[in-house]
């Protein structure tokens, strides 16, 4: 599946003989930020050795701009994908990261903007906490339109907290609202529950009292996610998991799978799938699903998705109602969020948080951790 990606094209700053007649144009600097700033990330598609560190001009800013110290990154699929050729980049240098969190040093410098109710409906402030959902973010600093995927973060979460909540977060909450609504008395299957959003997905179904189903790999993965309330779950490399679902549902199948798995699991979960239920095709762990005969739906009815978080927060008024009820569920403790491993913001530090998520060594999310947490 392709994505346009909308990158921040990070420009030279500005010289000082210059600042001044552009005072009033698209870019403005304050002069405590540096020059350039480290970032890490590819020149290059390929295998994980197209890592390397960089050094980039401050990047620019606009107008309608926040600009966010970064604190935390996200490790998430979508940077695989990205970095081995499997979701097209449209321009290099790509910092390898599609999520994180920080601290606002820059309000927007559009008085209309500031004065708009929009604005101020977001909470930003300048010293505020934010997470943010946006291409190119493994940097010391990014820049994001005020009205983008940018979230103000409460003050009983952390920036850590949201940085490894907010992707994995905004994704089982969105799936489990809007492409199928999770209700009392569901029977949910979850493909790999032991991971980052696999716990999310069965901690939001088990509060709405769902019975949740869900594979993985290892008996300590098992115990760890029977440990967050997973209802029954199946090692699939020891047993079949189409024969233990339907056993577990009386034959009838889950009225919805969450797949982020994708080519090893898709036939299975036609076989195992609820009449009139809904498969959920989040993920591509284990690559693309192969494309798919209409015909294949015609024999359960079934409702067959393969959405992208992005356009379930498409809009403002989605974001400023996803991204609070989210930090609520977190607040809350009815969703925890773990984390397995906290990784240096180095080369080094981002080859090896990939191949740990693409290898099934985890459980929980992969923080980067760019600066001291607040």
Do not use: C
Not at 144 to 156: H, M
């Amino acid at each position: 599946m392709l994505f346009a990606l909308n990158l921040h094209i990070v420009r030279p700053a500005l010289r000082l003989s210059h600042i001044a007649r552009h005072l009033s144009s698209s870019t403005r600097y304050t002069m405590s930020y540096p020059a350039t700033i480290k970032a890490v990330g590819i020149q290059k598609q390929g295998g994980v050795e197209v890592i390397e560190n960089l050094e980039l001009p401050f990047p620019e800013v606009k107008p309608n701009e926040l600009v966010i110290k970064v604190q935390w990154a996200g490790v998430n699929f979508i940077d695989t994908y990205l970095r081995s050729g499997l979701y097209p980049v449209t321009a290099f240098p790509l910092p390898i990261a599609k999520e994180a969190s920080g601290i606002i040093t820059e309000l927007p410098k559009d008085e209309s903007v500031l004065n708009s109710e929009a604005f101020k409906s977001r909470g930003f402030k300048k010293g505020g906490k934010v997470a943010l959902d946006t291409y190119g973010t493994l940097q010391e600093y990014v820049t994001v339109p005020w009205d983008g995927n940018v979230y103000s973060l409460p003050e009983d979460v952390s920036t850590r907290l949201g940085a490894a909540a907010l992707l994995q977060g905004l994704t089982a909450l969105a799936q489990e609202t809007e492409s199928y609504n999770v209700k009392k008395g569901d029977n949910v299957l979850i493909h790999t529950v032991a991971g980052g959003v696999g716990l999310i997905l069965a901690q939001i179904a088990k509060t709405r009292g769902a019975t949740v189903i869900g594979t993985t790999s290892t008996p300590e993965k098992a115990e760890y996610a029977k440990a967050h309330g997973v209802d029954h779950v199946i090692l699939y490399r020891s047993e079949s998991t189409v024969d233990r679902v339907l056993e577990l549902t009386g034959g009838q199948g889950p009225e919805v799978i969450y797949d982020g798995v994708g080519k090893d699991t898709f036939e299975d979960d036609l076989k195992m799938i609820k009449r009139k239920g809904t498969l959920v095709s989040f993920g591509n762990a284990s690559g693309a699903v192969p494309p798919v005969p209409l015909t294949k739906l015609v024999q359960k009815n079934i409702k067959l998705l393969r959405p992208t978080v992005a356009n379930y927060v498409a809009t403002l008024e989605e974001r400023n109602y996803y991204g609070p009820e989210l930090f609520k569920l977190l607040a809350s403790g009815e969703v925890k969020i773990n984390i397995f491993g906290e990784y240096p913001f180095t080369a080094e530090g981002v080859r090896q948080a990939q191949l740990d998520l693409t290898g099934g060594k985890t459980t929980g999310k992969l923080l980067i951790k760019v600066a001291d947490d607040v």
